[in-house]
């Protein structure tokens, strides 16, 4: 026995044609709530995992965040087929539709699709993850989003730089975090000649283990220092080491910085700037001697 509800006569009523399948009131009732339910269901998932991601805060977020996109995506993709078919669209003619998007991909969306599938390569091959720092052309900064079509890029400026998916998988990319969160620093140092070229690395070596970020451990290399010659008026060295997290480089870089000026001038060592010597010869030994020339006034 049918529900009063659903033998009402305005819900029988054809509103439109599909080809020539008819589409009552009550189909459209349908597809609609069956889409409602679609949306509601897509805010309970997304709000499921951003609860499992805060209780779990030592669970990888990356894999957090590939099942909450395969998750919201499966869940839009059956709702939609489901509306589709209480529309009474026969899914049996969907290969009739994508013949046609083919011809559409044939005029523009070629690029499109190669993003899209771009996105669902990095999805599951994993080489670039949320919160990862990595390194695109002249991009560099934090991935905060992998999305279908794109991935943002944050930098240290806080700009969110939109990366199409197609440059991240046929470009070179540089992950700094993608094995590991630690990373390499580089600090030259120029000094001037006569200084004491053990004591500057014994000095560096002291300011470089005290830190606490450097790693000094057996997980990284040990912080060395090299020395690479004779510049035109410095002596050449560099301060390396590995840092716990490379997304404190700078932060690193400028308390080292900061530390090795300090300790030069309470020993009296100045960092020497480029210097330039001038020889005058006098006007009379140069030209006193070729027709009685005379120095300028």
């Known amino acids: 026995m049918a529900l009063p509800i659903?033998?009402?006569p305005w819900?029988?009523?054809?509103?439109?044609?599909?080809?020539?399948?008819p589409v009552?009131?009550?189909?459209?009732?349908?597809?609609?709530?069956?889409?409602?339910?679609?949306?509601?269901?897509v805010r309970v998932s997304v709000a499921g995992w951003k609860r499992a991601e805060r209780s779990r805060p030592n669970f990888n977020q990356s894999h957090l965040y590939v099942l909450s996109r395969i998750t919201t995506g499966a869940i839009i993709a059956i709702g939609v087929f489901v509306a589709l078919a209480f529309l009474g669209l026969d899914l049996s003619k969907l290969t009739l539709i994508a013949s046609a998007l083919s011809v559409g991909v044939g005029f523009g969306l070629k690029n499109i699709i190669d993003n899209v599938s771009s996105g669902v390569v990095l999805l599951f091959e994993r080489s670039i993850r949320v919160g990862d720092w990595v390194v695109v052309g002249t991009t560099a900064g934090l991935v905060t989003k992998i999305n279908v079509r794109s991935t943002v890029i944050q930098t240290w400026d806080q700009a969110d730089v939109i990366v199409p998916n197609a440059d991240l998988i046929t470009a070179q990319v540089t992950n700094w975090t993608l094995t590991t969160p630690s990373g390499r620093i580089r600090i030259p140092l120029g000094l001037a000649y006569g200084t004491d070229t053990d004591w500057v690395r014994s000095l560096l070596l002291d300011i470089a283990n005290a830190h606490p970020?450097?790693?000094?451990?057996?997980?990284?290399?040990?912080?060395?220092?090299?020395?690479?010659?004779?510049?035109?008026?410095t002596l050449r060295f560099e301060l390396r080491c590995f840092v716990k997290d490379i997304m404190q480089q700078l932060t690193v870089v400028s308390e080292l910085n900061l530390a090795i000026a300090h300790a030069l001038r309470e020993h009296g060592v100045e960092v020497p700037y480029p210097q330039r010597e001038l020889h005058i010869k006098s006007w009379t030994q140069t030209h006193g001697s070729e027709g009685g020339a005379s120095a300028p006034p």
């Not at 054809?14 to 020539?20: Q, T």
């Not at 970020?213 to 008026?233: N, Q, R, Y």
């Open 11 to 21: 819900l029988q009523t054809v509103a439109f044609h599909i080809g020539s399948a």
């Open 24 to 41: 009552t009131n009550l189909a459209i009732v349908r597809t609609v709530l069956i889409l409602a339910l679609t949306y509601l269901c």
């Open 6 to 8: 659903t033998s009402a």
């Open 213 to 233: 970020e450097v790693i000094t451990g057996g997980s990284a290399p040990k912080p060395i220092v090299l020395f690479f010659g004779f510049g035109e008026s």
